[in-house]
């Protein structure tokens, strides 16, 4: 069965720090990782994902992410926070060897405080 | 509308009432899913449809949930009898659904409060 976990509720950072959103999976098959964000009062938006290739995959609004197959993490990261970028980030984690659904982490309550 | 589109946005409802959630995924999507989302919790999964294919519905948490798709379109979410703890966003998304590495489109939800 597959599973992703984000072990941290909520993470706190300084504008212009850099900012890493943690998360680890469990698939038996190869892994598609995808990562989302919820904005207040707002859907779900794709901000990218892994599937082959380069380790370090880059998305929407300057996000970037790790993929680490030794570790089985894919931890988003940003070089530099805004506070514009506070909101909820969801890891998701399909096993690429059936046609399973996604299943997503439990979040992680990102605050860039000014 | 090109997005996925989810109605009502909210909806309350007493205890015991059966009430239906509706999804409109992009066109062309084959690919649909419902997922539920606690207030300050994770989504949780319900339900994926694929295409023609069986749908998988291993995310249901009891048989009072119940959820159709027509084809490749409209689907909606049923829940009967109605309890508290039911009161979530039930948020629907859409993918194309032939590669696995598509990425899913989510509607903005609907708020459902049962009282």
């Known amino acids: 069965a597959q599973s992703v976990a984000q072990p941290e509720d909520q993470v706190n950072v300084a504008e212009g720090n850099p900012l890493t959103v943690k998360c680890t999976y469990s698939?038996?098959?190869?892994?598609?990782l995808f990562w989302y964000v919820q904005y207040p009062n707002r859907g779900l938006q794709f901000l990218l994902k892994y599937i082959t290739g380069d380790n370090l995959v880059k998305g929407s609004y300057g996000f970037e992410a790790e993929f680490n197959k030794s570790q089985t993490s894919f931890h988003l990261k940003k070089p530099s926070a805004l506070v514009s970028d506070s909101a909820l980030y969801f890891c998701?984690?399909?096993?690429?060897?059936?046609?399973?659904?996604?299943?997503f982490g439990k979040g992680t309550k990102l605050s860039v405080k000014p | 509308g090109a997005g996925v589109s989810q109605s009502p946005s909210n909806k309350v409802t007493e205890k015991g009432k059966d009430v239906e959630l509706r999804c409109d995924p992009i066109?062309?999507?084959?690919?649909l899913y419902w997922y539920r989302q606690r207030l300050g919790q994770g989504l949780e999964f319900l339900i994926y449809f694929q295409g023609n294919s069986a749908p998988d519905k291993s995310g249901l948490p009891s048989d009072r949930f119940s959820a159709e798709r027509t084809g490749e379109s409209v689907s909606t979410l049923t829940i009967q009898r109605t309890q508290q703890e039911d009161s979530a966003v039930y948020l629907c998304?859409?993918?194309?659904?032939?590669?696995?590495?598509?990425?899913?489109?989510f509607g903005n939800g609907t708020r459902l409060t049962v009282t």
């Open positions: 066109s062309g999507h084959t690919a």
């Open positions: 998304a859409s993918s194309l659904g032939q590669g696995l590495n598509s990425p899913l489109h």
């Open positions: 698939v038996s098959g190869n892994p598609y």
């Open positions: 998701a984690v399909r096993d690429g060897g059936s046609q399973g659904n996604l299943i």
